[in-house]
C-alpha cells in the first residue's frame, strides 16, 4: 500500500498534536478546592485565588468553590478577600490536586475614603440601580412561585480552655473532642447544638399583596426538641427572606438600610473596584462600606450587571461597631438570576448570625440560614383564598424518612462536616446532664415543666405576695398535645396565708380545627382581682400577669367567674369570638355605690351576666401552630383592629344590670426609615347605661418607680374613670439617630426614645351621681374615685435613653394637664430594665 504525501503530512501532524496534548496536559497544574470562613465553616464567595508572582487567578462562587487550571502556575496559591487575613498554600506542579482555605477575619479599623478627580464612578452606577429597580424587583411580577429547600443549624462557638473547665462541659469532653476533628485544620471549634432541613413550595401574588409557604418535608434534630412542630413552621424560607431592592430590611425586628436603597448616598461610601463576566453577565464590583460604623447598615461586596443594572450577587456583613446588642456579626449573602420577565429572582440565600458571649469565660453562639430555589414560575397567580393560611403544613410533614430520601429531596448533598453534625447532636442529647440543663432553660423560657402528658406550672406565679393575702402559694398543671391535640384541660389552686382563702381555676379547651382556628372553651374561676385589669386580654404576657400579684392592691376584690366562649377565622385575618360571662364584685377596699332603681339603697358588692361579641381584623397578621396554642408573629404593614360589643343582662344568674359597650381598639407598627420605628395604639370606649364605676372603663395608672406601656404612668390610681373616651398611646424608638453621630457617645451605643399618652373623655352625671361617698353604715367614707372634666384631656409626653448598660431604661415624663388634683405629678423619672437587641 502507497501513502501520498499528504496523507504522510496529516499523520505526521497529527501525532505530533497529540504527543504535544499529552505532553501539555502533563504539565498543566489543576487546583480545586473550597473556601470557608474559619469561624462558622461557612462558605465565602468572591474570594480571589491567583498563583503567587502571576495574574493567573479566579473567584469562588457562591458556594466557596473553586477551580483554576494553567500551565505556567508557581508553587503557591494565595487566598484573599476583604477583611480576612491573606493565606498561602503550597502548590504541586503538573498535577490535579484540591486545597482547601479557612481564611481568619482580620479586623479592621474605618475604611479609608478615597477622594476622586471628578465624581466616583460608583455613584454612576448606583443611580442607575435605583433608575431600574422597578424593572429589576421581583415585587413588580403579578405571581410566583417556586420549590425552595431551607437548612438551618446552630452552633456554640468560641469555646475557650476556660469554658472547657466547667462542670457540666467536663462532662461532654468526648463530643468536644470529635468537635476538634470536625472543625478542621484552621477552623475554630464549635459544638452543634440544633439543625434542621425542610423543602417547601413558596407563592406570591400581587393585588392583594398575598404570599403562602406551604411545608412539604422537615427534618429536626436539636437538644431540647421533641415535638418540633413549632419549629418546623419557623425554618421555612418565609422567615430567611430579604429583598435588598427594599429601602429597608427588616433583620431580628431592627431595621437595616439596604446598600441599593433609594437614599443611599445619606448612609454608604462605595468604591467601584472591578468588572468581569459573572457567568454570562457582564457586571460591575462595588465595595460598599456605612458613612457611620454605629449605623445599622452593612459593609461588602456587591455585583451589578451593566446591561440591566441589577444585583447579580451580594455579601454584606453587618459588624460588631452597629448598634445592636449581643450580635457580633449579621452576614448576608444572596445570589439572584433573572426570570423570563426581567424581574430577578434569589435563588441561594444565606445568613450567618453571630452571637456574641455574654462574659469572659462564656461561649457564642453561630445561627446559620441556607435556602435554595429552583423550578421559577412566574405570572401564574391563585385565587386569593389559596393564600388564606400564610403558613401551611402537608399532613405528613414530620414523617421522618431516611437519608436516602431525603438524597433526593435536597438542592445539594450533604456535606461530610453536616453528616457529623446529626451524628454529634444525636450523642449530645443522650447525656444526661445535657437532658437536665435543657429542662431548667425550657422551663425558664415557658414557664412550665413537661411531665409526660401535662405541663406542670407556671412556675412565675408559684410564690407571690401582696398587702391582702399576704403570701401567695400557687400550683396547677395544664394537658400538652401529647394527651390530646384536640382537648386541652387546665387547672391551677392557690392559697393565701393572710386571708387564708383558697382560690381556684379550671378551664376545659376543644380545639374543633387548626385550619380554620376554631376553638370552644369553658372556665371557672375564684380569685383575687384587681379593678382594670382583665387577665383574659393579658393572656399572651404571663409576665405581666405574675407582677399583678405582687405589691400593694389599691382597688382589689374577690370575684367568682364562670366564662364559656367560641372563636373562629372565617377568613384570613379575620376572627369571630362569641363569649358569656358571668362574675361577681366583692371588693376588698371601701367602695360603694347608690343603686341605680333607689338612689336611698347603697350598695357595695354586684353580680352581673355579660354576652360578648368580639371581631378582630388582622389583614396581614402570621400565626404559629404552637402544640396546641396559635401564637401570633404580629402583622406587616395593616394595623390590627378590634371591635367588641358587651351586653349585661340583668336577671340571669343573679344579674343585677341591664348595659351596653362598645370598644374598638387599632393598634400598628410603624416603620420610620431612619428613625427607628414607631408603635401606635389607638382605643375608644363608650358605655351606654347607669353603672357602678368598676363596670365602666377605670384607666391603668402607676405610682411606681417603673415605666410600662401598659399604663399612665404619672396618672395615680383610680385617678380616672369613664363611660366614654378615645385615647391614644404612641411609642417612637430612634434606636441611634443623633447619637450615633456623637463622638465617644456613639460608643456606648445608647439609644434615645418618645412617648405620648393622650387621653379624653367623661363621666355623665348619671353616672357621677352613682358613687357613694360613703359605705352602707353611712359613716365610713369610700375610696374616691375621679373623671375628666369639660372635655379637657389628659396628656403626658416623656422622651428617654434606652441600652444603658445594654439593659437598663430611663424616661422622663412630664404630665402636661390636671395638676391641680390631689397628689398630681408634674414630672417623673422612671425605669425599667429590659433585654433587647
Known sequence: MRITIYQFVKVFFGLALLIFNIVALAQETIVQGKVTDAASGDPLPFVNLVFKGTTIGTTTDFDGNFTLRSTNSTDSLTATYVGYKPRSKAVMKGTKQTINFQLIEEMIGL????????????????????????NNDKRKLSAYEYDTYTKIEVDVDNISDKFREKKIVKKITQVLDSVERIAGEDGKPILPLFITESVSKIYYRDAPSLKKEKLLKTKVSGVGVEDGSTVTQMVGSSFQEYNFYQNWLSILTKEFVSPIADGWRMYYEYDLTDSLFLGEDFCYRLDFFPKSPQDLAFTGTMWITKKEYALKQIDAIMGAQANLNFIEKIRLQQELVKTELGAWVPIKNRVLIDVGELGKNNAGMLAKFYTSNKNIVVNKPYDPVFYDRAIETAEDFRMYEDDKYWDTLRHEPLSETEKSVYRMIDTLKNIPVVKTYTDIIKVLVDGYYTVGKVDVGPYLSTVTWNNIEGIRMQAGFKTNYKYSKKWVY???????????RFKYMASVQHILSRNRWTTVSFRARRDLARIGIDDETLADNPLFIAATRWGYFRRGYYTDEYRASIQRELFKGYSQRIAFRNWSFNPTFDFAYNSPADPADIKSTFQTSEVII??????????????????????????????????????VFGSDFDYDKLRLNLSKRIKTGPLGAGYLTLTGEYVFNTLPYPLLSLHLGNESFFYTSLTYNLMNYGEFVSDHFASLQYRQYLEGFLLNRIPLLNKLKWRLLATANVITGGLRQSNQNLISTVMPDGVTPTLPAGFFTNGKPYVELGYGVENIFKFLRVDFVHRLSYLDNERARKFGVLFTAQIQL
Do not use: C, M
Open 490 to 500: 387546665h387547672l391551677q389552686g392557690a392559697y393565701g396565708f393572710n386571708d387564708e
Open 614 to 651: 368580639e371581631s378582630r381584623y388582622a389583614r396581614d397578621e402570621v400565626f404559629l401552630i404552637d402544640d396546641n396554642d396559635r401564637v401570633s408573629l404580629g402583622a406587616n404593614k395593616w394595623p390590627v383592629i378590634s371591635l367588641k360589643y358587651t351586653r349585661g343582662v340583668s336577671g
Open 111 to 134: 475604611q479609608e475614603v478615597i477622594v476622586y478627580a471628578g465624581e466616583n464612578p460608583a455613584f454612576d452606577v448606583l443611580r442607575n440601580v435605583v433608575r431600574n429597580k422597578n
